[in-house]
């Protein structure tokens, strides 16, 4: 009898187990259904249509008679097919100050024609394809160069009827995506018509000269000469440099011992007052970072770092002209500086919509001794997506998050703090992300060890599991504190990964629980029938 019962117990709690799994499962998959789409009454998943483009790329595929030209005879026809292919061309338009891109432009055809684009990417002399990606389509009309075009030389190839095959000529891009010769190192003094006075050595060259990539508004005369007239920047040289038997020195003249960087440092204005710029091409919605050095002349010099648009200045542009307005919200930062040493500064920028080259400039608000033309020394200046390098005797810290098991756009802004201490002082903390941004960056930071603790949140219906972190190179730990040594002139770097899993939910409709809730309903269940079961069963031995 006792065997049997064992036998019988056994069965029920074999059956009851796997109606609890069955149970699991449901729920498990009720949580999967709630991230696909599906057609009510069917279980096909709702997948998105196929784009003009995908059709457009199959017919190519599929129509290996149509024949291409090679870009130097322009055009050829399909055999047999009537076309008039001489009169078909296409030229670029520049739209990259109003749109970032650049824009086919056909001639010959009708409204009827069928018109495929696709543009080129000139690589080591070689024409390629541009490759679409998730964010970038190389078969529509106009191409975004804005986004990563800088420097690089373009044409478009243009396919009318499936027969006839055109290109453009070939179209560079000017424009630089970060600032050039920052720490202004050419022209070099000793090369280019050198100036002399109290053995100090400088040059003042024109707009345009090679290799100088800065611009001034301010048109005046050239030293020691009143009659020759041009847009003249003034660059020193900041080294012991020697010129004959004459060592260079720049204190006398310039009350400063050496360059800030390298050799060689600039004065903001050569000869009268003006705007000191570089364009520089932007995406909007990237976050910029700049940086510079600064010093006063004969005294505390006062200058204004200011980023604008370009699309609204005229070629007579010229902020200094009309006073300063530290209100114009263009404004980044209003810098006074003494004379004899280099202060470094530093901020970051936001591209606002619709801004595609991006003006970063300089203008004079006060001189020591009165005259705007004199004072405001410049060095070592950047202005990119990059983080600026250290000045001398300084580091950088960079903290980037990134998390798994939980798609990054489901988490809200200043989701994860982090406390930065040297020592026991807490110098700061930062949030992430900031407007899509998942690092921030403590700069020209004194060096030594400085350590970094998350103070990290759970996100909606995800459990944290665990929260990893790397610094630099160096191998992979778990925890939420990470000691970090910043280096002189070098960027110190810690990565924090956080690992999520998403909580076991019910259906909609149904309280949500968690899953060890589950475990522990089913089981009470489970223990509650066993224990009916052999109730019953003594009773009936009883009787």
């Given at each position: 009898?006792?065997?049997?019962?064992?036998?019988?117990?056994?069965?029920?709690?074999?059956?009851?187990?796997?109606?609890?799994?069955?149970?699991?499962?449901?729920?498990?998959?009720?949580?999967q259904?709630?991230?696909?789409?599906?057609?009510?009454?069917?279980?096909?998943?709702?997948l998105?249509?196929?784009?003009?483009?995908e059709?457009?790329?199959?017919?190519?595929?599929?129509?290996p008679?149509?024949?291409?030209?090679?870009?130097?005879?322009?055009?050829?026809?399909?055999?047999?097919?009537?076309t008039?292919?001489?009169?078909i061309?296409?030229?670029l338009?520049?739209?990259?100050?109003t749109?970032?891109?650049?824009?086919?432009?056909?001639?010959?055809?009708?409204?009827?024609?069928?018109?495929?684009?696709q543009w080129?990417?000139?690589?080591?002399?070689?024409?390629?394809?541009?490759?679409?990606?998730?964010t970038?389509d190389?078969?529509?009309?106009?191409?975004?160069v804005?986004?990563?075009?800088?420097q690089?030389?373009f044409?478009?190839?243009?396919?009318?009827?499936?027969?006839?095959?055109?290109y453009?000529?070939?179209?560079?891009v000017n424009?630089?995506?970060k600032?050039?010769?920052?720490?202004?190192?050419?022209?070099?003094?000793?090369?280019?018509g050198?100036?002399?006075y109290?053995?100090?050595?400088?040059?003042?060259?024109?707009?345009?000269?090679n290799?100088l990539?800065?611009?001034?508004?301010?048109?005046?005369?050239?030293?020691g000469?009143?009659?020759q007239r041009?847009y003249?920047?003034?660059?020193?040289?900041?080294?012991?440099?020697?010129?004959?038997?004459?060592?260079n020195?720049?204190?006398?003249?310039?009350?400063?011992?050496?360059?800030?960087?390298?050799?060689?440092?600039?004065?903001?204005?050569?000869?009268?007052?003006?705007?000191?710029?570089?364009?520089?091409?932007?995406?909007?919605?990237?976050?910029?970072?700049?940086?510079?050095?600064?010093?006063?002349?004969?005294?505390?010099?006062?200058m204004?770092?200011?980023?604008?648009d370009?699309?609204?200045?005229s070629?007579?542009?010229?902020?200094?002209?009309?006073?300063?307005?530290?209100?114009n919200?263009?404004?980044?930062?209003?810098?006074?500086?003494k004379?004899?040493?280099?202060?470094?500064?530093?901020?970051?920028?936001?591209?606002?919509?619709?801004?595609y080259?991006?003006?970063?400039?300089?203008?004079?608000?006060?001189?020591a001794?009165?005259?705007?033309s004199?004072?405001?020394?410049?060095?070592?200046?950047?202005?990119?997506?990059?983080?600026?390098?250290?000045?001398?005797?300084?580091?950088?810290?960079?903290?980037?998050?990134?998390?798994?098991?939980?798609?990054?756009?489901?988490?809200?802004?200043?989701?994860?703090?982090?406390?930065?201490?040297?020592?026991?002082?807490?110098?700061?903390e930062?949030?992430?992300?900031?407007?899509?941004?998942?690092?921030?960056?403590?700069?020209?930071?004194?060096?030594?060890?400085y350590?970094?603790?998350?103070?990290?949140?759970?996100?909606?219906?995800?459990?944290?599991?665990?929260t990893?972190?790397l610094?630099?190179?160096e191998?992979?730990a778990?925890?939420?504190?990470?000691?970090?040594?910043?280096?002189k002139?070098?960027t110190?770097?810690?990565?924090?990964?956080?690992?999520?899993?998403?909580?076991?939910?019910?259906?909609?409709?149904?309280?949500?629980?968690?899953?060890?809730?589950i475990l522990?309903?089913t089981?009470?269940?489970?223990?509650?029938?066993?224990?009916?079961?052999?109730?019953?069963?003594?009773?009936?031995?009883?009787?």
């Open positions: 009898m006792r065997r049997k019962l064992r036998r019988h117990l056994a069965f029920l709690m074999a059956v009851l187990m796997m109606l609890s799994l069955m149970g699991v499962q449901v729920l498990a998959e009720g949580v259904v709630e991230a696909v789409q599906t057609t009510e009454g069917t279980d096909c998943t709702v998105p249509e196929e784009t003009d483009a059709e457009t790329s199959q017919s190519e595929m599929q129509k008679d149509a024949k291409e030209s090679s870009p130097e005879s322009g055009v050829v026809t399909e055999e047999g097919k009537s008039d292919s001489e009169k061309s296409v030229a338009k520049d739209e990259i100050l749109k970032g891109s650049l824009t086919a432009e056909v001639s010959g055809t009708t409204e009827s024609d069928q018109i495929a684009y080129q990417v000139s690589e080591n002399g070689q024409w390629k394809d541009i490759e679409d990606t998730a970038v190389s078969r529509k009309q106009s191409y975004e804005a986004r990563d075009g800088a690089k030389t044409r478009v190839k243009v396919t009318v009827n499936e027969a006839v095959t055109v453009s000529s070939e179209y560079k424009y630089y995506d600032l050039q010769n920052g720490s202004f190192e050419t022209p070099k003094v000793c090369d280019a050198t100036l002399t109290k053995n100090a050595h400088f040059i003042q060259v024109a707009n345009g000269t290799d990539y800065w611009k001034t508004t301010a048109k005046g005369a050239y030293f000469s009143g009659t041009d003249y920047i003034e660059i020193a040289d900041g080294s012991r440099s020697y010129y004959g038997n004459t060592v020195d720049p204190k006398p003249v310039y009350n400063i011992s050496s360059a800030a960087q390298g050799n060689q440092f600039a004065e903001l204005n050569c000869e009268e007052p003006g705007a000191l710029y570089q364009d520089v091409l932007t995406e909007p919605g990237t976050v910029l970072h700049w940086g510079l050095e600064h010093a006063g002349r004969w005294g505390t010099d006062t204004a770092v200011i980023i604008s370009t699309k609204s200045m070629s007579d542009w010229n902020p200094a002209g009309s006073g300063f307005d530290q209100s919200p263009d404004v980044q930062a209003v810098l006074s500086d004379t004899g040493k280099w202060t470094y500064h530093y901020g970051d920028y936001t591209v606002p919509a619709g801004q080259v991006t003006r970063f400039y300089f203008v004079a608000v006060a001189a001794n009165g005259n705007l004199n004072g405001n020394l410049l060095d070592n200046i950047s202005f990119g997506k990059d983080l600026p390098n250290p000045p001398a005797k300084t580091g950088n810290l960079i903290i980037t998050k990134q998390v798994e098991g939980i798609a990054a756009s489901q988490i809200p802004d200043e989701s994860f703090t982090f406390q930065i201490k040297r020592g026991e002082e807490v110098i700061e930062v949030q992430i992300p900031q407007n899509g941004q998942w690092s921030a960056s403590l700069q020209a930071v004194e060096p030594g060890e350590t970094v603790t998350e103070i990290a949140q759970e996100q909606n219906n995800y459990r944290l599991e665990h990893f972190y610094v630099g190179q191998s992979q778990e925890g939420m504190t990470a000691r970090i040594d910043v280096t002139e070098q110190a770097t810690v990565t924090y990964t956080n690992q999520y899993q998403p909580l076991m939910v019910v259906p909609t409709g149904v309280e949500n629980r968690m899953f060890p809730t522990m309903e089981a009470g269940i489970t223990g509650g029938a066993v224990f009916l079961f052999l109730r019953r069963k003594r009773k009936e031995k009883d009787s």
